[in-house]
């Protein structure tokens, strides 16, 4: 399949599943609430080491929020429902319940219950205040700069981990470029995060190391510079690749994620050195979910 | 189906207890066998059709038309459902209410919502005392639910309230609130003395200054947050509380009962 000049190879991207949760910060302004939102889903872009995937979804409008002030919506996903909950609570607690003017509330009704400021009441040192309201518990927290109100759970659900595609490009700059508009286009799909810097990761990973102790390391056969070193997946015209990671609630999230993100790219086409669109495929080792590029792209 | 319908007959002299004439203990009768029912009425217990006329099929919504002061326990641990009271009803309407909707267009005496678990009751007219209080010597009051009362009510509204909400466009009068250990009680009227005696938490509500006892202090004006979800809350119900130009969420904020736990509160709207 060349869609533009830009060659989709017949792969598929590997998922696995993951849990994730949703919460709304909001704020006094919208820059507040970012501010808090961006702390909360910092040091989260990959499970390897930071225990959770974590993104802002999407901005909110005040009529979107309970309050009725601007917002911000943050997804976090991790591999277990233990992890999510103990990285939801640490990161609530301190980029959200620190953050001036802030309140954070529940981003997913169903799914299984699980503590968002319930436990975070505590730092109220008793003076904190229980209100239930239409069947939801919030928690009012007296803090210096007035009250922290917090909702005390949210939803944990069944999620994906992982969706992916590379961008092969004739340079660095090409392939960055290439990527800032996929992700221009990917921010704008709701319920999936694209968790590293900016989105983009430029160090893929592969399965396993040949030093014990790593579980991942670097994917060597799209490493341009080891072209002539390993078993590469690269041609000779390629200099630079760049991956797009994609969490997502579903399959159907995912998929419509890449789409978007890989039309994108697409549309700048050979004429710009993007040269071919490729995935993390790593012979099933890694999960369940496929996604196959030529089906997306159909 | 056609709403189950008692019109009452003539206004009994003596009280009556409505408490078997509730939706979830009609469900499985037929119309004839309701009317064979027996109710307490002073110390004679009279057959259903002998103090009410009875129309419609329809037990999961009854309709009481015709009511009277002297009519008790009318939705008593009614547990899903609707029951709309046309006229006045009695003491203990809704006691120990678990679900469903109860509707009053008149006034309503005594422990109204007594010890309420959950569900919506509606007074269109006034109330006596105790409104979602608890039974003389019980520790807890209404557990649970929503109650909307449009005109005035009595004496010791919420008196050991536990959780819900009451919701009073008019006035309450002494003693609201008192021995509360959580819940909201919202005035819009005037409230009477000793507001909050020996409250230990929860929230009054109030659109108007109250007297209050030296046992609450003023912790100052604030701008709360959870006021716009409360009040969002109350848009769905047919009630001077849904409308947005009433709501506030900057209020001064008392602490109290101090003689108590102390960690109540009275807001009042600034």
Known sequence: MIINGV?????FAEAFPMKATRAIITAHNEKWAMISAQAMTGFATSVIACGCEAGIDRVLDPSETPDGRPGVAVMIFAMGGKGLAKQLETR????????????LFAGIDGGIRIPLGKNLRYF????????????????????????????????????????????????????LTACEAA????????????????????????????????????????????????????????????????????????????????????????????????????????GPFHFHLQEIMA | MSALTFTLKQHPDQRVDMSPLVCQKLATLSVADIAALTLQNGKRSPRVDALFTITGTDTQNIVIKN??????????????????????????????????????????????????????????????DFLGGALPGN????????????????????DHLRRGTILIEGDAGDYCGSRMTAGTIAVMGKTGRYLG???????????????????????GTHTLGFLPILFASYKKFNS????????????????????????GEVLVKR
């Not at chain 1, 390629?238 to 789409?259: C, F, H, W």
């Not at chain 2, 009695?90 to 005594?110: E, F, H, P, R, S």
């Not at chain 2, 520790?139 to 509204?157: C, D, I, Q």
């Not at chain 2, 001077?240 to 736990?261: H, I, P, T, V, W």
Request: glycine share 14%; with cysteine; aromatic share 6%.
């Open chain 1, 124 to 175: 109220g040192d008793g003076f904190q205040i229980a209100k239930v309201i239409d069947g939801k518990r919030y928690w009012r927290i007296p803090v210096m700069d007035g009250e922290f109100l917090t909702e005390a759970t949210t939803g944990q659900v069944d999620a994906i981990g992982g969706g992916n595609f590379l961008v092969l490009a004739e340079s660095q700059e090409q392939a």
């Open chain 2, 197 to 219: 005696y020996a409250m230990r938490r929860g929230t009054l509500l109030l659109w108007q200054q109250p007297t209050l006892s030296a046992s609450f202090n003023d912790c």
């Open chain 2, 139 to 158: 520790k807890m009051g209404m557990k649970g639910g929503t109650v909307l009362v449009k005109g005035n009510a009595g004496e010791r509204v919420g």
């Open chain 2, 67 to 128: 009511s009277s002061d002297k009519l008790d326990f009318i939705g008593k641990e009614l547990d899903g459902g609707c029951i709309t009271v046309e006229g006045d009803a009695g003491a203990y309407l809704g006691i120990g209410m678990q679900a469903g909707d109860l509707k009053v267009t008149g006034n309503v005496g005594l422990y109204a919502a007594c010890e309420m678990k959950k569900g919506y009751l509606e007074i269109s007219g006034n109330v006596g």
């Open chain 1, 7 to 11: 060659s989709i190879d017949a792969t």
């Open chain 2, 240 to 263: 001077k509380f849904a409308d947005a130009g009433l709501a506030f969420n900057r209020a001064q904020r008392y602490a109290g009962d101090m003689s108590e736990m102390g960690k």
């Open chain 1, 183 to 286: 992700i221009e286009e990917m921010r704008k799909i709701p319920n999936v995060i694209m968790p590293f810097p900016g989105g983009v990761v430029r160090s893929g990973s592969k399965v396993g190391s040949k030093y014990a102790s790593l579980g991942a390391s670097t994917n060597d056969a799209f490493c341009p510079t080891l072209k002539g070193a390993t078993k590469t997946e690269l041609s000779p015209e390629i200099e630079s690749v760049m991956e797009i990671v994609i969490d997502g609630l579903s399959q159907e999230d995912i998929n419509k994620a890449m789409r978007v993100g890989i039309q994108a790219v697409c549309d700048l086409g050979a004429a710009n050195g993007i040269k071919r669109i490729s995935a993390g495929n790593y012979g099933g080792k890694l």
């Open chain 1, 92 to 103: 609530a607690g301190q980029c959200v319940l620190t953050s001036p003017t802030s309140a």
